[in-house]
């Protein structure tokens, strides 16, 4: 089973949708939880943090469920602009972070 | 806002020579760490680095490459003899605590 699992996409959604995107981590020990997102040959760039309770950033929300060791994000009202791969990141106290390969979004007009 | 810094942004190297890569990472950051990741792949852990020495490194970061802090402000990736299947997009990043981190913009490889 590998350590970070996401669905693939590509997800091809029209400006304004909602979008949600799965992950599921294999570690149980995994500590931190992380969305990234990258654009097409650009550096991976944090997101946001996910927290247990689950947290909010504008129109953004990720959830952490431990007991299934799934993580989720929610991308609300989608613009052009959020056209990119979303990468799913945990790790454990200090050990590197683990990366999924990424779901591709692509906002159409 | 603060910011890791690779250099070059391309390398074009034959194979078997040898390359490095710099970073400079964010300034107050304790942690270090080289990624990389081939085309249409995942982004993969090479080597953690923390008070002056490697803290952790995985079963790519064979004896082909090393990491040196030659001084307070560089953090280097050194690939020895360099083979096609390195060409990859090296990304250095740094953390203030081993949690979260800052990528800079990366070192694309090509090894012909």
């Known amino acids: 089973r590998k350590e970070v699992e996401q669905d693939p996409g590509p997800f091809n959604v029209p400006e304004g949708a909602t979008v949600a995107f799965n992950c599921t981590y294999s570690?149980?020990?995994?500590?931190?939880f992380f969305w990234y997102r990258q654009d097409c040959r650009k550096e991976p760039k944090l997101l946001m943090s996910v927290y247990s309770s689950g947290n909010e950033d504008g129109r953004f929300t990720a959830q952490l469920n431990r007991a299934s060791q799934y993580i989720s994000l929610l991308i609300r009202d989608s613009k052009l602009s959020d056209s990119a791969t979303y990468l799913c990141?945990?790790?454990?106290?200090?050990?590197?972070?683990?990366f999924g390969k990424g779901t591709r979004l692509s906002v159409i007009a | 806002e603060p910011e890791v810094t690779q250099t070059p942004s391309h390398q074009v190297t034959q194979m078997g020579q040898e390359v490095i890569l710099r970073c400079v990472p964010i300034s107050n950051h304790l942690y270090f760490y080289w990624y990389r990741q081939i085309l249409g792949q995942k982004v993969e852990f090479l080597v953690s680095f923390y008070n002056n020495e490697i803290s952790e490194k995985s079963e790519i970061f064979d004896d082909q490459f090393s990491v040196e802090r030659p001084d307070g402000s560089n953090f280097t990736l050194k690939i020895r003899s360099t083979k096609l299947e390195d060409s990859a997009m090296y990304f250095c990043?740094?953390?203030?605590?081993?949690?979260?981190?800052?990528f800079g913009q990366g070192t694309r490889l090509t090894v012909v």
């Open positions: 990141v945990v790790n454990k106290e200090n050990t590197p972070l683990v």
């Open positions: 990043a740094s953390s203030e605590q081993d949690t979260e981190a800052f």
């Open positions: 570690n149980s020990a995994s500590q931190s």
